[in-house]
C-alpha cells in the first residue's frame, strides 16, 4: 500500500529555509501521469496548495511562493524535497505532501513552526 | 487564478441530508475531488472525478458537477461525517496548478 511521510525540522527560525523531504513507499516515484506536491494548512485555516513536481524534474509552483520556493526529486532514493526560504510566521502550518493523479493522497502531515 | 466556492459552514439534523456547494466558472467541465478532514487528521478523498467513492466510502456520500456548480451530498447524515470538507481541482493542461476551495464546516446538530 502506498505510504507517504513527511520528515524534517519542526522548528525553523525567522528568515532561514524551511527544507522538508517526503519518502515514497509501496509505489514508484517515477510512475507515469502521478506528479508528487505540497501543500500547507496554517493552524485553523483552509489548504493552500504549495506546488508539484513529475519524476523528470519539471516543477509548478504556487505564483504567490515561487520567488522563495524550490521543489526537487531523487529517484533513486524514492523521495522529493521542498525548500522554502526567508521564512516568516505567516509560513507556520502543517505541510503535507501527496501525491497527485488528478485527485491527491496525502502522507500525514507535519507542523512546522517559525519562531526565534 | 481560478476559484472555488464554499459555504463556510453548513448545519443538518442527524438522519437528514446534506448538501456542500463548490462554485467555479464552468467548473462542470473540470474533475471534482472532494476530501474530509476531521480535527488533528490529514484530509481523506470522500468523491473523486464528480461522482466516484473510493473504496471503503460509505453509498451515503454522493458527488454531482454541471454548469457552475459542484455538489458533495451526504444523506442519512451521522454524528461522525461532522468534519471540514473540501473541494479541489486541477488544471493539468497549463502550469498544474491545485485549486481548492475555501472549506465548509459540517456540523450534526
Known amino acids: 500500500q502506498l505510504q507517504l511521510q513527511e520528515s524534517g525540522p519542526g522548528l525553523v527560525k525567522p528568515s532561514e529555509t524551511l527544507s522538508l523531504t517526503c519518502t515514497v513507499s509501496?509505489?514508484?516515484?517515477?510512475?507515469?501521469?502521478?506528479?508528487w506536491g505540497w501543500i500547507r494548512q496554517p493552524p485553523g485555516k483552509g489548504l493552500e496548495w504549495i506546488g508539484n513536481?513529475?519524476?523528470?524534474?519539471?516543477?509548478y509552483y504556487n505564483p504567490s511562493l515561487k520567488s522563495r520556493l524550490t521543489i526537487s526529486v531523487d529517484t533513486s532514493r524514492n523521495q522529493f524535497s521542498l525548500k522554502l526560504s526567508s521564512v516568516t510566521a505567516a509560513d507556520t502550518a502543517i505541510y503535507y505532501c501527496?501525491?497527485?493523479?488528478?485527485?491527491?493522497?496525502w502522507g500525514q502531515g507535519t507542523l512546522v513552526t517559525v519562531s526565534s | 487564478s481560478y476559484v472555488l466556492t464554499q459555504p463556510p459552514s453548513v448545519s443538518v439534523a442527524p438522519g437528514q441530508t446534506a448538501r456542500i456547494t463548490c462554485g467555479g466558472d464552468?467548473?462542470?467541465?473540470?474533475?471534482v475531488h472532494w476530501y474530509q478532514q476531521k480535527p488533528g487528521q490529514a484530509p481523506v478523498l470522500v468523491v473523486y472525478?464528480?461522482?466516484d467513492r473510493p473504496s471503503g466510502i460509505p453509498e451515503r456520500f454522493s458527488g454531482s458537477n454541471s454548469g457552475n456548480t459542484a455538489s458533495l451530498t451526504i444523506s442519512s447524515v451521522e454524528a461522525g461525517d461532522g468534519a471540514d470538507y473540501y473541494c479541489?481541482?486541477?488544471?493539468?493542461?497549463?502550469?498544474?496548478?491545485?485549486?481548492f476551495g475555501g472549506g465548509t464546516k459540517l456540523t450534526v446538530l
Open positions: 513536481i513529475y519524476y523528470t524534474g519539471s516543477t
Open positions: 501527496a501525491r497527485q493523479s488528478g485527485n491527491l493522497y
Open positions: 464552468n467548473i462542470g467541465s473540470k474533475s
Open positions: 472525478d464528480d461522482d
Open positions: 479541489q481541482v486541477w488544471d493539468s493542461s497549463s502550469d498544474h496548478r491545485v485549486v
Open positions: 509501496g509505489g514508484s516515484i517515477s510512475s507515469s501521469s502521478v506528479y
